[in-house]
């Protein structure tokens, strides 16, 4: 029988803004998130273990390298508007990710452009907050990581039976 | 005899620190009204004081002085770009679209206001209401500074209790 993991769900939190990041920080512990706030696509990728490797030459330059992600991330909020790496293109990277995409991922934005809205979720964000993000904002997460926990749970569930099943038909 | 006037006194004592407090809580409310009423802050601000808990007495006097010290580059490098000859709206519009957007989240409902013109001053290309939006939003961002810092010694003084009310 499995016991419930009581540890809280972590948040990587994307945003250049040094105000931005500490009010999201907050605002995710407050709700008992567990938080990681990091100032840039690329730092977050790097933190996922998506490393890009724009020097290989035999491969087209959009594959990247999926490395073993030694952080466990159950959701991703992240700014839209940021220089070099946008959240739309963080978003794009993360959904294209066979090891990342079923990670949530979250768009915040000071501007309300229903384009960008839309465009956001189309290609895969589940919520797009509107800045400044409030904790009425921040309690739409949870059905999002309970959904994905689900999930988790579900593919536990196949693997503790398959090993259930094979421990019984090989006799110590 | 003697304890009963120790319980006196100190009963006495207790009594006028607790009227204290009060009158000094009843201070920071009004205060709070004031700013709220002459539009310096906005709802953000009371969003703030929510998150405030026995674990994190001080935030939002910890957010805004990160505000205050951040910011104040983001001002030096307006600063700098306006001086350029012929103006870059371009660069001015992205450096004042950050600023803007610091200024939101902690509340600073004037200087959100002014910076909201100097862009709309940026699109139209008119380098002279940048230039007087940019002296007005100034002004607003070093009168807030003093309200506040006002504010947040009458806080400290009243007490830990829940500041976290909504002005009427």
């Not at chain 1, 998506?50 to 159950?74: F, T």
């Not at chain 1, 992240?78 to 790496?85: A, H, L, R």
């Not at chain 2, 807030?144 to 830990?160: I, M, N, S, V």
Request: net charge neutral.
């Amino acid at each position: 029988m499995g016991i419930a993991s009581e540890a809280p769900f972590h948040v990587l939190a994307v945003d250049d803004s040094l105000i931005d990041r500490m009010l999201i920080e907050r605002l995710l512990k407050t709700s008992s998130f567990h938080v990681t706030a990091v100032d840039s696509g690329s730092k977050a990728l790097k933190l996922l273990g998506l490393i890009e490797d724009e020097q290989r030459n035999e491969e087209p330059p959009s594959i990247s390298l999926e490395a073993h992600q030694d952080i466990e991330v159950n959701l991703i909020i992240t700014d839209y508007c940021m220089p070099e790496m946008t959240g739309y293109d963080l978003l794009r990277k993360i959904k294209e990710s066979r090891s990342l995409k079923d990670i949530p991922v979250v768009i915040m934005s000071s501007e309300n452009v229903p384009s960008r809205i839309n465009r956001c979720l189309e290609n895969g964000a589940d919520e797009f907050f509107l800045k400044p993000v409030q904790l009425s904002d921040v309690n739409k997460l949870r059905p999002h990581l309970l959904k994905s926990k689900v999930k988790d749970e579900e593919h536990r569930k196949i693997n503790n039976k398959t090993r259930e099943l094979t421990e019984i038909h090989s006799p110590r | 005899m003697h304890s009963n006037s120790f319980h006196c006194s100190l009963s006495l004592s207790l009594y006028s620190s607790t009227m204290d407090r009060a009158h000094s809580r009843r201070h920071v409310a009004s205060m709070k009204q004031s700013l709220f009423d002459q539009g310096y802050l906005d709802e953000q601000f009371i969003q703030l004081e929510e998150l405030q808990d026995e674990a994190n007495p001080n935030f939002v006097e910890e957010i805004v002085t990160l505000y205050y010290r951040d910011s104040s580059r983001l001002i030096s490098n307006l600063e700098n770009t306006l001086e350029r000859k012929p103006l870059d709206f371009n660069k001015l519009d992205t450096i004042m679209h950050q600023f803007k957007g610091s200024s939101s989240s902690i509340g600073a409902k004037k200087v959100k206001a002014e910076c909201t013109l100097f862009r709309e001053y940026c699109s139209a290309g008119n380098a002279e209401g940048c230039r007087r939006s940019f002296q007005q939003m100034k002004k607003e961002y070093a009168a807030l500074r003093k309200k506040l810092e006002t504010y947040f010694h009458l806080a400290r003084q009243a007490g830990p209790l829940e500041t976290a009310f909504r002005p009427k």
